[in-house]
DNA sequence: CCGGACTCCTGGTTGC
DNA sequence: TGCAACCAGGAGTCCG
């Protein structure tokens, strides 16, 4: 599950491969993957056909790449299984690649990138960039603008996501993963820093204590902090990869994935329980919910 | 505003 | 061994 350590991979190995390139052809293998498109295939690759690119940017889990006329950009999401591949032109085309680019980049000379996707449930599109309302200058995809700032963003607003979430009537890991809050958190890395932030996923926002809440914040910056530290020496610039829990990032977790094994921290152990149709990981015994005004649950 | 159900999807695993 | 059922879940939409 690409979060946005992983995203953070791809958009990083892009840069050197897409920024100044100039697409020449493109082919649709499975119309399914342009589901967020707003138009048939045959508009994707006409409109994307011949442009020049930018650097690519990111918000969350969405990665843009913007065309040199600063008016539109393709925005992809990874989903559940997305990868971007950088290839040799005539390299053969993997099983599950559902859209091939080429394109000249003048440095680096002609490339593929191809979109793989297993479960289809990433996508690419073309739309349109409008100003963000909070930064003068800044643009983003139409189609992302309801995407909060992710935690690691310079411009992320850490007073007003504390405000928003004393004010909400919900629960944390449902908070966290509610990417119209804070972006970029997914079910590995939300159980990851529950656990270090020893926060039970269904503490309700209300009852959590402004310290309580800024300890949290901290955690999940020092758990993408280090999942992209990690991400960053396995990556080979040849090769943009992403493989989510199973890649290169799972040796490190220490709640997610391991229930029955000890908790890190006090030996018990690790419990998995369903939330939300996907899997919580935690400790009951580090991590318990507390009502306001003391502890229990 | 909130949450639950539903949808999209298929390779790998489990169970009979 | 064969095959069906089940599982993983990001995000949008709809509905109560």
């Not at 950009?73 to 990868?83: I, R």
């Not at 000249?104 to 793989?116: E, I, K, L, Y």
């Not at 966290?176 to 159980?191: E, M």
């Not at 199973?246 to 939330?275: D, K, M, T, W």
Request: charged share 25%; glycine share 8%; hydrophobic share 40%.
């Amino acid at each position: 599950m690409p979060e946005l350590p992983e995203v953070e991979v791809v958009r990083s190995g892009l840069i050197p491969a897409v920024t100044g390139a100039t697409v020449w052809r493109v082919e649709v293998l499975d119309e399914r993957s342009l589901r967020r498109h707003p138009g048939p295939s045959e508009d994707f690759v006409d409109r994307l056909t011949g442009v020049s690119l930018v650097a690519p940017s990111r918000r969350g889990k969405y990665l843009w790449v913007p065309f040199a006329d600063a008016e539109e950009a393709l925005v992809v999401h990874l989903g559940m299984s997305g990868q971007v591949l950088l290839r040799d032109v005539d390299a053969p085309v993997a099983k599950l690649t559902r859209i091939v680019m080429w394109m000249d980049q003048p440095a680096h000379g002609p490339v593929r990138v191809d979109f793989v996707d297993q479960r289809i449930f990433g996508s690419m599109a073309i739309d349109r960039l409008v100003p963000t309302s909070d930064v003068a200058g800044e643009r983003i995809p139409a189609s992302v603008a309801h995407i909060a700032r992710d935690p690691m963003d310079p411009h992320f607003d850490d007073r007003q996501f504390f405000d928003r979430l004393a004010r909400r009537d919900t629960t944390i890991k449902r908070a966290l993963l509610d990417q119209t809050l804070v972006s970029g958190i997914g079910n590995i890395y939300a159980d990851e820093a529950l656990w270090a932030a020893r926060v039970h996923y269904d503490q309700p926002t209300r009852a959590l204590s402004r310290p309580r809440a800024r300890a949290l914040l901290a955690e999940v910056r020092e758990v993408l902090g280090k999942a992209l530290a990690e991400g960053g020496t396995s990556f080979d610039a040849q090769y943009v990869n992403v493989n989510g829990a199973s890649g290169y990032f799972a040796h490190s977790l220490n709640a997610y994935g391991r229930q029955g094994e000890p908790c890190p921290r006090c030996g018990r152990p690790i419990v998995r329980e369903v939330f939300m149709n996907r899997g919580s990981h935690f400790c009951p015994t580090c991590q318990r919910v507390r009502v306001a005004g003391g502890a229990r649950g």
